[in-house]
């Protein structure tokens, strides 16, 4: 079975930390993704890869960096946390002609910054 | 810029009754989406719906296509509490990424 792993589901950091989401899809994915849900904001991008060592911007990258050093792995970096930052991070991958299922998500990380 | 906008945001229905979801996309795009997502939980994929007049059934659940419209619906028939849920439409962008509607949030009471 595909599986986005991702490796908290929740986590708790103070203002200013530095904070790592990883995201892990065994699916020899070429893309991958990193969204964040609100209340009433729905899903915005914030980056994205479609491939090793390549990154995207989204629609809201400020405040946050990705990595993307191996095929399967796809990190978020909150370079320095703040309280508007708490939020459900989603990682999703996909095929690069997108196959039958789109993206195929993670499990969420929910964040909260104190 | 592409939007998809969702109607209606909220749908409280009771079981047995059949009501449909709207999803509007401003743009061209070759393929369309639905997902699925329970609370707490993350989004699971439904439908792939990849021409015009495409129409995918599971169960109670029906979605089509109309690429001409730039609509596509999510029927829902003689609804049963199991599907509540939020559910999502998405539309490829540039061929990099989709864009996703804002969500139906369906509650389905006894």
């Given at each position: 079975?595909?599986?986005?792993?991702?490796?908290?589901?929740?986590?708790?950091?103070?203002?200013?930390?530095?904070?790592?989401?990883?995201?892990?899809?065994?699916m020899d994915h070429e893309n991958m993704f990193w969204y964040r849900q609100d209340p009433g904001l729905g899903l915005r991008l914030?980056?994205?890869?479609?491939?090793?060592?390549?990154?995207?911007?989204?629609?809201?990258?400020?405040?946050?960096?990705?990595?993307?050093?191996?095929?399967?792995?796809?990190?978020?970096?909150?370079?320095?946390?703040?309280?508007?930052?708490?939020?459900?991070?989603?990682?999703?991958?996909?095929?690069?002609?997108?196959?039958?299922?789109?993206?195929?998500?993670?499990?969420?990380?929910?964040?909260?910054?104190? | 810029?592409?939007?998809?906008?969702?109607?209606?945001?909220?749908?409280?229905?009771?079981?047995?009754?059949?009501?449909?979801?709207?999803?509007?996309?401003?743009?061209?795009?070759?393929?369309?989406?639905?997902?699925?997502?329970?609370?707490?939980?993350?989004?699971?994929?439904?439908?792939?719906?990849?021409?015009?007049?495409?129409?995918?059934?599971?169960?109670?659940?029906?979605?089509?296509?109309?690429?001409?419209?730039?609509?596509?619906?999510?029927?829902?028939?003689?609804?049963?509490?199991?599907?509540?849920?939020?559910?999502?439409?998405?539309?490829?962008?540039?061929?990099?990424?989709?864009?996703?509607?804002?969500?139906?949030?369906?509650?389905?009471?006894?």
């Amino acid at each position: 079975d595909v599986k986005v792993t991702q490796s908290s589901r929740y986590l708790v950091k103070r203002t200013g930390e530095k904070v790592f989401l990883e995201c892990v899809q065994d699916m020899d994915h070429e893309n991958m993704f990193w969204y964040r849900q609100d209340p009433g904001l729905g899903l915005r991008l914030i980056y994205f890869s479609y491939d090793v060592k390549m990154k995207e911007k989204g629609d809201i990258p400020e405040g946050y960096s990705v990595s993307r050093e191996k095929k399967e792995r796809f990190s978020l970096i909150l370079e320095s946390a703040s309280t508007n930052q708490t939020s459900m991070y989603l990682c999703a991958s996909s095929l690069a002609n997108w196959g039958v299922s789109g993206y195929t998500f993670g499990s969420g990380t929910r964040l909260t910054v104190v | 810029e592409l939007k998809v906008e969702q109607n209606p945001l909220f749908l409280s229905m009771q079981e047995g009754k059949n009501y449909t979801i709207y999803c509007n996309y401003s743009t061209t795009s070759d393929r369309l989406y639905w997902y699925r997502q329970d609370p707490g939980k993350s989004l699971e994929s439904l439908f792939v719906l990849l021409s015009n007049g495409a129409v995918k059934q599971e169960g109670r659940l029906m979605a089509s296509l109309d690429t001409k419209a730039r609509l596509s619906t999510l029927h829902i028939t003689a609804a049963v509490h199991d599907l509540s849920a939020t559910y999502f439409c998405a539309v490829i962008q540039g061929a990099q990424k989709l864009v996703f509607g804002q969500g139906t949030r369906l509650t389905i009471n006894p």
